[in-house]
């Protein structure tokens, strides 16, 4: 066991960071909780969670006989994070506000708050792991494969890594909900947050329209034909299916040679002509990339892997994919796949891998595709 240390945890009032907490304190550590409060506009609807999560991460705390601050950082989550998302939003893109919002609030302005409270190390509930080696601190997957969470950590440093501790990462999530429940935590069966990062569920394209500018234009097919109008190209992403609003065109899809059963996809978007392009089925050539460029790379050593081989993820919850890595000494890098990769899309992140080692990534600048 490591010596004892001050440890400032980041409780979220999920069941993850309780067990992290819990297992810490265990461990001997002293142990000092911060909720982190990141959103406050419409902080009184029906989908803002964050007072139910910190009733939850009170109670937690009064269980598990720890300290609990509550901490606003809601102007640097406003500054750093969601003006940004903002942003890539209106240029045509599909950011990833949870690699931005780790990268800017959960490991950099909480981590320079726990260091002021003396903390020597802080941890969290991600399903991660951090191994030292002789070449310095590497990112590791989570042993729960279904639950891993690195690829929303490829942006940490040396300096990050180095005080951060994962301790669910070692574990299945079964066996935390089982510890949670072991030890009597009030939310031991509280479900998984999804939706935005602190910012909770909610109707997406109606909150992205209070701050988006939206102007509507054609939906076109990969022959040319106007199918209908989109709200606005800032409210579509490739690859999506659900909520284009093209209903009734069986006979156009039945025309094609295609069956008029098959869905239809966003393919593409030309801002320069405000376009929205859709196919039909889901292995159409338009959905389909070998290769990738992507920008603003992040090395988790400090410097980008020598070119080769490795493996690959442009979006959450995809299988690796093997690749070769070409470039990466000037923040920009390819990657050529050995298997076309399915709707790639600008402003989403792709996040390297060798083995289970994660090394870093960037920024999905564009695409080929066939």
Known sequence: MDKRQRVVVG??????????????????????????????????????SSRQDFLDAAA????????????NFAADYKDRVFAEFLREYQAGRTPNPDVLCN????????????????AEKIATGHYARVRQGAAGYELLKGLDPLKDQSYFLHRLTQEQLARTWFPVGELAKTEVRRIA????????????????????ERP???????????????????????????????????????????????????????????????????????????????????????????????WIAGHAPAAGGFAAKTRYR???AACRLAGGANGSFALDFAAPQWAVTPGQSAVLYDGEVCLGGGVIAGAETA
Not at 60 to 71: F, S, T
Not at 224 to 232: A, D, L, M, N, S
Request: hydrophobic share 35%; net charge negative.
């Open 103 to 118: 990268a800017e609030i959960k490991f950099k302005a909480f981590l320079d708050h726990a260091l002021r409270l003396g």
């Open 60 to 71: 937690v705390a009064d269980v598990l006989g720890v300290e609990l601050e509550h901490v």
């Open 181 to 200: 429940a072991e030890i009597g935590l009030p939310n031991a069966r509280k479900k998984d947050s999804t939706g935005i990062c602190f910012i909770g």
């Open 204 to 298: 997406f394209r109606e909150f992205l329209n209070r701050y988006l500018a939206n102007t509507p234009g054609p939906i076109r097919d990969d022959r040319g034909r106007t199918i209908g109008e989109h709200v606005g190209l800032s409210f579509y992403t490739l690859g999506q299916r659900k909520g284009i609003g093209i209903g009734g065109l069986k006979e156009r899809g039945a025309a094609r040679g295609g069956s008029e059963h098959e869905p239809w996809f966003v393919a593409r978007k030309d801002m320069a002509s405000n376009t929205l392009y859709v196919v039909q089925g889901h292995d159409h050539p338009w959905l389909l990339s070998p290769t990738l460029r992507a920008d603003d790379a992040s």
């Open 11 to 48: 409780l979220s009032g999920g069941v993850d960071s309780a067990v992290t907490a819990h297992l810490l304190k265990q461990q001997g550590h002293e142990v000092v909780a911060i909720f982190m409060k990141n959103w406050e506009d419409d902080d009184d609807s029906e989908y803002c």
């Open 318 to 320: 995809q299988s690796d």
